[in-house]
């Protein structure tokens, strides 16, 4: 396969989907805390609702900064 790109510009590099770093355990906890968040909202439950969004936003934010290493 030839490239359209001309002569002296490199290809840039192509970036790959890591299946190793998907963490199954991490995307069925924040599932469940979003089931959680859910019920709490629609059952007039603000704390457990309010509780259960920051653990979600905790548990993002740290697989953040450690798929970031």
């Keep these: 396969m030839t490239s359209s790109r001309p002569p002296g510009i490199p290809e840039p590099p192509r970036r790959r989907f890591d299946i190793g770093r998907l963490r199954p355990q991490i995307l069925i906890s924040i599932m469940i ?30 697989v953040i900064t450690t798929d970031g290493n």
Excluded: C, N, P, Q
């Excluded at 007039?44 to 993002?60: P, R």
């Design 33 to 62: 805390l979003g089931i959680i968040a859910i019920t709490g909202m629609f059952l007039d439950m603000t704390e457990i609702a309010g509780v259960a969004s920051a653990g979600i936003i905790a548990l993002a934010k740290d």
